[in-house]
Nanobody
Framework: QVDVVESGGGLVQAGRSLRLSCVAS??????MAWYRQVPGNQRELVAA???????DYSPLVEDRFTISRDNAKNTAYLQMNNLKPEDTAVYYC???????????????????WGQGTQVTVSS
């Protein structure tokens, strides 16, 4: 059993930054990722990171967002810079107990999800 809790969302103006945190408690964690979802759209990958620190990004955010993790704290972060209105979404943290060599992972492989944190970017 793993409890996944996101935090750090909020309302910001375009061009500002936010830092999201995801804490997974209960046992050691392998793969971690951030997804986001807006009404009418499929949940989409934002960024993923292996237990060894290899990363993968959506091309929509690669130049602006950075995913990182602190394995000692079972925590993943998403640093979001130069936010745009189209980044507005609910951001979810996804966790897999397994470790993978490649950061690219099908969404079906994630075992646990947080409840999400709202990010709203105004123009």
């Amino acid at each position: 059993q793993v409890d996944v809790v996101e935090s750090g969302g909020g309302l910001v103006q375009a061009g500002r930054s936010l830092r999201l945190s995801c804490v997974a408690s209960g046992r050691s964690i392998g793969h971690m990722a951030w997804y986001r979802q807006v009404p009418g759209n499929q949940r989409e990958l934002v960024a993923a990171i292996t237990s060894g620190g290899l990363t993968d990004y959506s091309p929509l955010v690669e130049d602006r967002f950075t995913i990182s993790r602190d394995n000692a704290k079972n925590t993943a972060y998403l640093q979001m810079n130069n936010l745009k209105p189209e980044d507005t979404a609910v951001y979810y943290c996804a966790v897999s107990l397994r470790r993978f060599t490649s950061p690219r992972l099908n969404i079906r492989n994630y075992d646990y999800w947080g409840q999400g944190t709202q990010v709203t970017v105004s123009s």
